[in-house]
């Protein structure tokens, strides 16, 4: 089959069949009735139950599918006001929750806001409760300390997704690599998941260890000991500073961006060095299962932390579908923060 | 005017103990302790079985004149001192500007004399603008009444300058106050290193700056002499050096603030910034660690860190927001935590609240014997309460008590003999 994709030099979905789904609940997807969702935000993976987690992995599945239609409108926030206040650069994520309000007919506003008001010296809170006079229903924030995002969300009445804070939490990040996971290996349990490099500064690694810890996933960190947190032994996960040894027949290698701009400097000796202990290629990849999925949040340094033939090979590499993912799970989560805001306003 | 304290539990700080049975102060002094008869035309007050103990002589209390009045001023922090049973505040010269010249010195005396209710004993910064650059003009401050010299939470980094400031003070006989911690690996930290500040993404300073910091400070002392009082040893690891200097002969001693023996890093939880603090509070190892030594004299002095801070600094991200919270009010009932936890008793406790810290700044209070002054504070050390922190005295409302359940209440404070607060 993927060989028959290959020839006809159509680019294959690796994703296996997935699990079938119950009766009830594929009729509560389709009719988009209201499941649990028992969040007013979306601030973090540390607040949420697995059957949270399940929750939004199965909205997703449905958005994942309508994605791949021509017509791609699921009009369930029409007439809400969906804002995204960065105040640190990113294309990738502010792209994915532009495309998924969009899709969801929200009306969405990008704010960049290093270029604006901070600079003139108003607070975080002004910020907040100046775009909040506006009415919006979603806020999506993203910003480089960690807890800022926290701090806004208890200033403002609409629903706060957290677009990333510091390093301290990305949790639609964690989600989409979750759902990334589920339907490439059909579960998302007692897998064993290795997540490598710059854990240090990496706020998708802590989200990432909270959610597959909390699906019963065996988790390994791997990289240099001065780019990892301290204690991080007593997270339940298991510390490596080899990569064959740490690698040995896990299911998911999870690649992370070497964070060049956050570090002090004298983390490393040298991007060569690194990548010569650290870098993914074919040879350390051949210590996991044989058929060992490969994942990188993005954006990649090729030759730095992952080999860019690996990063391309159809048959290990999941990164496209990540990517695809995170458009289904950033509409999953508005879609069950909204309808927690029109049960509430209807009460 | 003579004035008799009745049925009172007497806490004496220097003979450890406590002793039922009166107290009569006259012409500002303690005239005697122990004989509960009132002498002839005295009033008499009745203590209803209470405590009474020397006014607490806080080391280290922030009052931002000149420079922030309205995050609190000699009025306020007098106040609030007072409802707090701080009956002497000694208080800290990194205002803005700093208390570095003997003119800025005589104008907070001043300020602090028309409007404080209670002593006020200023010390002065020991390098000029607290740069740790030019050691300030140590003998014209002391003679202005600068008790102690510090630059408080600034570490003078060049030891040249350091040690050479230690020297010249060694020579008039000034305490050099520091804050013991290596500058360059606390530097941008929010948060002690470890578990909590790993899961909420925070800049982390391992706990071992501070005994690096004070392992210097130690060699300076001993090359110089000098006489020194490190400000807060919060940590585990610092207390085996402390031990060895004074084992050694060292004119060092060491406090702590109360909120580092009260409270860990956890309770920062939601990034709540009112427990931002320098150092950052410790793990609950470190707190234990540090409270039993204060309990075995090895730290000998307790204070509030009154840091007050306004809501601007303190509503901002964890890692903007600024240090510090407020402590004169909340001292006597957070205090009263670490003996109704049993890890010390009342008498230990009012030693390093009050004894010590006047030994050490030569200042007559903190006894209860014949001929102290009769600053006296009247408490209840089991009455309940919840925190509520718009109920404060202090402009600045940053207590990290809030909503917090607490025992211990003061009811009434006395400054030479005269009585500066009286709970309803």
């Not at chain 1, 919006?136 to 990333?164: E, F, T």
């Not at chain 2, 406590?18 to 035309?41: F, M, N, R, W």
Request: proline share 6%; charged share 25%.
């Amino acid at each position: 089959m993927r060989q028959f994709a290959q020839e006809q030099g159509r680019r294959p979905s690796i994703t296996l069949p997935r699990r079938a789904m119950p009766a009830y609940k594929a009729a509560t997807l389709q009719k988009g009735l209201p499941m649990s969702f028992p969040h007013r935000h979306l601030l973090g993976i540390e607040p949420l139950s697995p059957p949270d987690i399940t929750a939004i992995l199965d909205r997703a599945d449905f958005y994942a599918d309508l994605n791949r239609q021509a017509d791609k409108h699921n009009d369930v926030l029409a007439g809400m006001t969906q804002i995204n206040m960065f105040f640190e650069n990113s294309t990738r994520t502010q792209a994915s929750f532009e495309i998924a309000g969009k899709r969801l007919g929200a009306d969405v506003m990008n704010m960049a806001m290093q270029a604006s008001s901070i600079k003139k010296g108003e607070t975080l809170i002004d910020t907040a409760l100046t775009l909040n006079a506006m009415h919006p229903d979603l806020l999506v924030v993203r910003h480089p300390q960690s807890g800022a995002v926290d701090l806004l969300a208890q200033k403002v009445n609409c629903a706060v997704l957290n677009a990333g804070d510091g390093r301290h939490e990305h949790p639609t990040q964690a989600l989409l690599d979750a759902l990334t996971i589920r339907r490439a290996k059909g579960r998302l349990h007692r897998l064993s998941i290795a997540i490598c490099g710059d854990i240090a500064h990496s706020r998708v690694a802590r989200s990432n260890i909270m959610l597959l810890g909390k699906m019963e996933n065996r988790i390994r960190l791997i990289g240099p000991p001065t780019l990892m947190p301290s204690q991080i032994g007593e997270f339940g996960v298991e510390v490596f500073d080899d990569m064959a040894e740490g690698l040995k027949d896990v299911d998911v290698v999870m690649m992370l961006r070497l964070q060049k701009e956050r570090m002090d400097g004298g983390f490393i000796p040298s991007e060569r060095e690194y990548y010569h202990r650290y870098g993914l290629d074919a040879e350390k990849l051949a210590h996991a299962k044989p058929d060992a999925i490969v994942m990188h949040p993005g954006p990649m340094n090729r030759g730095v932390e992952i080999d860019g033939t690996l990063a391309d090979d159809i048959n290990r590499s999941v990164i496209q579908d990540q990517v695809e993912m995170g458009v289904a799970v950033r509409m999953a989560a508005m879609d069950l923060l909204a309808q927690n805001i029109r049960n509430a306003r209807a009460a | 005017m003579t004035l008799h304290f009745t049925n009172a539990k007497l806490i004496d700080p220097d003979a450890g103990q406590i002793i039922t049975g009166g107290l009569t102060v006259s012409g500002g002094k303690i005239l005697q302790i122990g004989e509960d008869t009132a002498p002839k035309g005295a009033d008499v007050i009745d203590c209803g079985g209470q405590y009474l103990a020397p006014g607490i002589v806080d080391l280290g209390v922030k009052v931002c004149e000149p420079g922030e009045r309205h995050k609190e001023s000699y009025r306020s922090a007098g106040q609030a001192a007072a409802a707090g049973g701080v009956t002497t505040m000694i208080t800290r010269p990194d205002t803005d500007p700093a208390i570095d010249s003997p003119e800025v010195l005589e104008f907070v005396t001043r300020r602090a004399n028309e409007a404080a209710p209670v002593n006020v004993v200023p010390m002065a910064a020991l390098t000029k603008g607290r740069a740790g650059r030019e050691m300030t003009e140590i003998g014209f401050l002391m003679d202005a009444g600068a008790a102690a010299f510090t630059d408080c939470d600034h570490v003078v980094t060049d030891t040249k300058v350091f040690g050479r400031a230690l020297t010249y003070a060694r020579s008039l006989g000034a305490l050099v106050i520091a804050h013991p911690q290596e500058p360059i690996l606390s530097k941008g930290a929010a948060a002690t290193s470890g578990k909590f500040a790993s899961v909420r993404g925070l800049p982390a300073v391992s706990p071992m700056a501070e005994r690096m910091g004070l392992d210097r400070d130690i060699a300076l002392i001993e090359m110089t002499g000098a006489k020194y009082h490190a400000d807060q040893i919060t940590t585990a690891r610092a207390l085996p050096a402390l031990e060895r200097a004074k084992a050694n002969g060292l004119d060092i001693t060491a406090g702590v603030g109360i909120h580092h023996l009260t409270l860990n890093a956890l309770d920062v939880a939601d990034y709540r910034t009112f427990f931002k603090l320098k150092p950052p509070l410790r793990d609950e190892e470190d707190r234990l660690a540090v409270a039993h030594a204060v309990a075995s004299g090895l730290i000998d002095i307790i204070c509030s860190m009154h840091t007050p801070q306004d809501e601007e600094s303190k509503r901002l991200p964890f890692e903007e927001a600024a240090s510090g919270a407020v402590g004169l009010e909340t001292f006597l009932p957070a205090a009263m935590r670490l003996v109704h936890a049993e890890v010390m008793d009342l008498p230990t406790l009012w030693r390093a609240m009050s004894l010590n810290p006047a030994k050490r700044l030569g200042l007559p209070a903190g006894r209860l014997q014949a001929g102290a002054p009769a600053d006296l504070v009247l408490f209840n050390p089991d009455a309940p309460f919840v925190m509520d922190r718009s109920s404060l005295r202090s402009k600045s409302l940053n207590t990290p008590f809030d909503g917090m359940r607490m025992q211990g209440k003061v009811l009434k404070t006395f400054v030479a003999g005269n009585c500066v607060f009286e709970a309803h």
